[in-house]
């Protein structure tokens, strides 16, 4: 069974940068208590301000299921990070699968 990698990324603004490494650190600690899941928080080493959430799922089954145990307090989180930091709201979502 192939391992999933999860990856959200964007481009938050310069002048939020330090309210926004706040919150996503916030979200990170509650997904880890609510889900048992580990979520990376990457920033592009050439990109200022250009960052990935990561999170790694051990089947497609365990992927799809992620969503159902979010509260809802996570997706408060999500749509307020995507609202508030992210630069015209775009965000792309990649999922790549293990070989």
């Known amino acids: 069974m192939a391992k999933i990698l ?3 990324n964007y481009n938050i603004y310069p002048g939020k940068r330090e309210s926004y490494l706040k919150s996503i650190n916030e979200l990170k600690s509650y ?3 609510v889900t048992q899941k580990d ?3 990457y920033e592009d ?10 999170i ?5 089954e ?28 775009k965000v792309n979502y990649i999922t ?4």
Request: net charge negative; charged share 40%; proline share 0%.
């Open 45 to 54: 080493s050439k990109k200022k301000n250009n960052f990935s959430e990561i």
């Open 62 to 89: 365990d992927f799809d299921n992620f969503e159902d145990v979010q509260d809802d307090k996570i997706k408060e989180m999500m749509n307020s990070i995507i609202n508030t930091y992210v630069m015209e709201k």
């Open 56 to 60: 790694f799922f051990e089947s497609n």
């Open 96 to 99: 790549k699968e293990e070989v």
């Open 39 to 41: 979520y990376f928080i």
């Open 6 to 8: 999860f990856e959200v």
């Open 31 to 33: 997904i880890k208590e």
